[in-house]
C-alpha cells in the first residue's frame, strides 16, 4: 500500500493510477492523515455476449446462408412477374 499527500497525487496522477492497475492499493491523505483509498476494481471475466433477448438463443446455420435470388431482386425492387 502506498501512501501519498494530495499534491503529490495531483502532481503525477498517471503513475499512482499505473500501480492502481498493477493490483497495488493508494491511500490519499490530507496533511498525512489518510481520507480515502484508490484501489483497483475487481476484473469481471470475459463472456461470449448472448445474442437476442433469449438468452439461451442459438443462431442456426442458414441464418448466415445467401438470401435466394427472388429476395435479393426484390430488395433492389425488382420483384419479377406479377
Request: glycine share 6%; aromatic share 4%.
Amino acid at each position: 500500500m502506498i501512501r501519498v499527500n494530495i499534491a503529490e497525487a495531483r502532481a503525477d496522477l498517471a503513475r499512482y493510477l499505473a500501480r492502481v492497475e498493477r493490483g497495488e492499493t493508494v491511500t490519499l491523505c490530507r496533511r498525512n492523515v489518510p481520507i480515502a483509498e484508490i484501489r483497483p476494481l475487481p476484473s469481471t471475466p470475459i463472456r461470449e455476449r448472448p445474442i437476442g433477448i433469449d438468452r439461451g438463443m442459438k443462431v442456426p446455420a442458414s441464418f448466415f446462408e445467401p438470401l435466394p435470388e427472388s429476395v435479393l431482386r426484390a430488395f433492389q425492387g425488382d420483384a419479377g412477374e406479377p
